[in-house]
């Protein structure tokens, strides 16, 4: 009979390492966001997706141009959780969402010697992951949602949940965006294949804006200059263009991606205000035109693996993926 075995302890050594400071570093490879405030000021979040721990990192750049995590980051947060996203409240101050059910809103201090993030307001009141977070233009409030099925609206000065809609949508929430110059509508979409029209002023707040039998909805971006249009991905490659002020019939729908729509972003400029940047799960970032029927105006696979975040800046847009990599796209179009 052969001798016992002893089991491996390396689960052991891990379970006993409670806090933070007491694991071994792992470099977070796995980026799941950027967001671009200006040339000066950014964010980017990435999971650790390999670890025995799923945590996360959030890195501050001062400056876009190099977004190499061990030496061009002015400042860098370890997370508890895994991090999903991140909005900015202003030039210094921004929100994260987490794995966790977490929000946090966090100011960027600076001093002579060192950046450093300052953390102000936490609040874990989701049942599940936060997958979205949206700030609407007032930059006071924002909106939330996840798997938990649940919408919350916050006053993100003291991160006080004003409006609370359980069960909003019937299944996982994947996107919001707010209207414009407006702080108090937002739309929704939810892999219950709807997307809500909400208005927090309502008595009943919520209607249905677009439905797809037999297919989730995954993706949506709300024009910042056309305040009456929306984009919409889908979980089998759709992009839907729906006109609030007439939701009977989409604008245009049709498959534009192999793979299901993770994030739509309307470029800012209002000079290329029809140009709709879209990423799936894929390596591919494309560019669509939406005033030409979704005519494809850029295309670009060096990523290799899915990329997971948008952001543009002065008409460039950057992605980035589980890859580890942050990508610049110049987007040269012609008239």
């Not at 001062?62 to 977004?67: A, G, L, R, T, Y």
């Not at 960027?108 to 450093?116: N, V």
């Not at 300052?118 to 700030?135: F, R």
């Amino acid at each position: 009979m052969d001798a016992p075995v002893m089991p491996n302890l390396n689960g052991d050594v891990f379970r006993n390492m409670m806090f933070v400071e007491n694991r071994s570093p792992v470099d977070t490879k796995q980026l799941q966001f950027l967001s671009i405030y200006d040339e000066h000021n950014a964010l980017l979040g990435g999971t650790n997706m390999v670890d025995l721990y799923w945590n996360g990192t959030i890195w501050y750049y001062k400056d876009i141009s190099d977004f190499s995590r061990k030496h061009a980051a002015a400042t860098t947060q370890r997370m508890d959780s895994g991090i999903v996203d991140a909005v900015y409240l202003s030039k210094r101050k921004f929100v994260s969402v987490e794995d966790s059910g977490a929000v946090q809103i966090y100011q960027i201090g600076e001093t002579d010697e060192e950046t450093q993030f300052q953390n102000l307001e936490y609040a874990c009141q989701h049942d599940n992951s936060v997958l979205t977070v949206s700030v609407f233009s007032n930059r006071r409030n924002i909106v939330t949602g996840g798997m938990d099925c649940c919408l919350k609206v916050w006053d993100a000065e003291d991160l006080i949940a004003s409006y609370s809609y359980s069960f909003a949508h019937t299944d996982i929430i994947t996107g919001t965006d707010v209207k414009p110059t407006c702080n108090s509508t937002f739309v929704s979409v939810s892999f219950d294949s709807e997307s809500l029209l909400w208005d927090i002023r309502r008595a009943k707040p919520a209607n249905c804006i677009f439905k797809k039998k037999n297919c989730s909805l995954s993706a949506v971006s709300w024009n910042t200059n056309l305040d009456h249009l929306i984009a919409i991905g889908t979980n089998d490659g759709s992009i839907v263009l729906i006109d609030i002020r007439q939701t009977e019939t989409p604008l245009y729908e049709s498959v534009e991606c192999d793979r299901s729509v993770h994030k739509l972003l309307f470029n800012p400029n209002p000079e290329r205000k029809e140009q709709l940047a879209c990423c799936s799960d894929s390596t591919s970032v494309k560019i669509f035109d939406t005033h030409r029927e979704m005519l494809q105006l850029f295309e670009d696979n060096r990523h290799c693996d899915f990329v997971r975040g948008l952001a543009w800046c002065k008409d460039d847009l950057y992605s980035c993926s589980w890859d580890g990599n942050v990508i610049k796209h110049i987007v040269n179009i012609a008239d």
